[in-house]
């Protein structure tokens, strides 16, 4: 089976901008979760989604925002971007909800 | 929300020698526990879980891991590390969301 894929691959705006990545998750499965990392913080959880419904949250504001459509595949945006939003944005699947995640290589954004 | 304690935040050692990295989260109910590693280069690998049972899991490469229920913790060891075995090591509990450690750098000095 393929992996996760997550598009694009680096991704360069500047404060204010939004964007919007995607995740492709493995085949059959039906959960996505999002999550970010930074040499400052570590690894943190944004979202997760099951079945289109957004199942759990983490601690980020709400200009992170997430969906995922009725194939799985799921988008997250970041509206006005700030410079402290550079990051490693990984997205895990899974073939249902709190079962083992396997991630994707990541979506790099710089915020300039 | 959980949080998720990795002892070492650097460890380096010699080939063949034997590896243990800590890990302990803060409160218990019923969590799913997972040693994810990232080689230099690649993204997060699933290294071992534990759900349910044997409270000793063996993952891939001959790394392993024990879960003591009474003290929070699920340490990852291997008895003879190799180079290729340098690598970022995560802890992660799963109760209901996925919660992460800092993560230890383990350097192996050919």
């Known amino acids: 089976k393929a992996g996760v894929t997550q598009t694009p691959r680096y991704l360069i705006k500047t404060r204010g901008q939004q964007v919007t990545l995607s995740c492709s998750p493995i085949s059959g499965h039906r959960s996505v979760s999002w999550y970010q990392q930074t040499p400052g913080q570590g690894l943190q959880f944004l979202f997760e989604?099951?079945?289109?419904?957004?199942?759990n949250k983490g601690n980020f504001p709400g200009r992170f925002s997430g969906r995922q459509f009725s194939n799985s595949r799921s988008e997250m945006n970041v509206s006005t971007l700030e410079l402290g939003d550079s990051a490693l944005y990984l997205c895990a699947s899974s073939p249902s909800y709190r079962e083992t995640q396997y991630f994707g290589p990541g979506t790099r954004l710089l915020v300039l | 929300a959980q949080s998720v304690s990795q002892h070492n935040h650097h460890v380096i050692l010699s080939e063949a020698a034997s590896l243990e990295l800590g890990c302990n989260y803060s409160y218990g109910g019923t969590v799913n526990l997972f040693w994810y590693v990232q080689y230099p280069g690649q993204h997060l690998q699933l290294l071992l879980k534990?759900?349910?049972?044997?409270?000793l899991v063996k993952g891939i490469k001959g790394f392993e891991a024990e879960f003591i229920k009474s003290k929070f913790s699920f340490n990852l060891r291997k008895p003879s590390v190799q180079w290729s075995d340098t690598a970022e090591y995560f802890c992660a509990v799963d109760d209901y969301k996925l919660s992460f450690g800092a993560g230890t750098t383990v350097t192996v000095r050919a």
């Open positions: 534990y759900f349910s049972g044997d409270p």
């Open positions: 989604y099951f079945s289109e419904t957004q199942r």
